[in-house]
């Protein structure tokens, strides 16, 4: 498939890249190295439509396409995938809100975090249950007009810091994947307590919570789309969600890739600086080789994904996010060989892209989940 970016997707990347430069990458090693959320940081991308471009241009939002959406998360994390994260995270479950939610949850709850005010969330995960989202043991009981919300979900991003989130819980515990429920759940309910997960090996600028739901109760109009039809509803989204973690792969790939790049042509050793030794020449040349493919890769996936091509967007996002995390980590691991001992320490950004491109491969389902799927659609 060929394809060439608009007018218009190269001034959006023009614009978050000099975003990027001006205001994320000066203070990026001190959101990381004191794990500080970047409120302000937040609201400021909000002015320029970064956050949550996905949202419709009626509720405050900037209406992007999936490519112009995938261009502002690629270039948030090339920037600093830790305060990237942040930023970019800022509106998870919305567009299971866009989709399926009422339309008092759109007028009150879009513009909020489309301009910047709040943070959402998307608890899905479990302690025990990750990949496996049949799995999840939170549960919803019916009592009255109210369902009564009992469970523990864990790796929460926004935990701490969202004002609203989407909860997936079994409504029919027996039915498996198809009795799943999606609620609207304002995270300043009785029952809700949330612990900021603070051990983290990279994106520490990021907000990650554990979430304890204990007798949260909820109206029943806070359900999102239909009983027991949150697994089906999901699943729409997932091609969308691998292919933002691709996106996420290739900024902070290129990132390590520019700080090699600078390092490379300042360093001296032997009277030369070392971008003249052909050694160092050959990683370069294989690390931007394989930032381009995954970039197009994950471009094709965007693509796929935004002319709603279902069986072909979950094919070719799976192929995305896991051929640009494993690209990610190994471009990161080559920029800090690169440095040479600078890049062992946090002096330079290169132990920290190294980090920060770990997590992509674990998070949206693992390497391994993703080879299952491409086998699946493929045999």
Not at 284 to 306: D, F, G, H, N, P
């Amino acid at each position: 498939m060929a394809f060439q970016l608009s007018a218009e997707h190269e001034a959006i990347r023009d614009a978050v890249r000099e975003f990027g430069e001006n205001e994320l990458k000066p203070v990026a090693e001190e959101h990381d190295r004191e794990h500080k959320y970047p409120e302000e940081l937040r609201r400021k991308a909000a002015e320029y439509d970064f956050v949550a471009p996905n949202i419709p241009i009626e509720y405050d939002g900037a209406g992007m396409d999936k490519i112009s959406s995938t261009i502002v998360t690629e270039e948030l994390w090339r920037a600093d995938p830790g305060i990237g994260s942040a930023v970019g995270s800022a509106g998870f479950g919305t567009d299971m809100i866009i989709e399926f939610g009422d339309d008092w949850m759109k007028e009150k709850w879009l513009p909020k975090i489309a301009n910047g005010e709040t943070a959402s969330c998307s608890m899905i995960s479990e302690p025990a249950h990750g990949s496996n989202v049949a799995g999840i043991e939170t549960v919803a009981e019916k009592d009255g007009d109210e369902y009564v919300l009992n469970g523990n979900k864990m790796w929460i991003t926004n935990g701490t810091v969202a004002d609203v989130g989407v909860l997936m819980a079994k409504t029919s515990p027996d039915e498996g994947h198809k009795g799943i429920t999606a609620f609207l759940v304002e995270m300043d309910r009785d029952g809700i307590e949330t612990d900021k997960i603070t051990n983290k090996l990279g994106i520490r600028a990021s907000d990650l919570a554990e979430v304890v739901v204990d007798d949260v109760r909820v109206p029943e109009e806070n359900v999102i789309g239909e009983v027991d039809e949150g697994f089906y509803q999901l699943m729409e989204f997932f091609a969308s969600g691998r292919t933002s973690v691709a996106a996420q792969a290739v900024g902070a790939a290129q990132g390590a890739l520019d700080a090699a790049i600078e390092y490379a042509n300042q360093r001296e050793q032997f009277d030369q600086k070392i971008s003249d030794f052909q050694a160092i020449q050959h990683k370069i040349a294989e690390m931007a080789t394989k930032v381009e493919a995954a970039r197009s890769l994950t471009y094709r996936a965007a693509t796929q994904v935004e002319q709603e091509n279902q069986d072909v967007a979950a094919q070719y996002s799976s192929m995305a996010k896991y051929f640009a995390s494993e690209i990610s980590v190994e471009v990161a691991d080559e920029g800090i060989q690169v440095h040479g001992g600078s890049g062992y320490v946090t002096d330079y950004p290169a132990e920290r892209y190294y980090r920060d491109a770990r997590i992509t491969k674990i998070y949206e389902g693992t390497s391994e989940i993703q080879k299952n799927i491409i086998a699946d659609q493929i045999l």
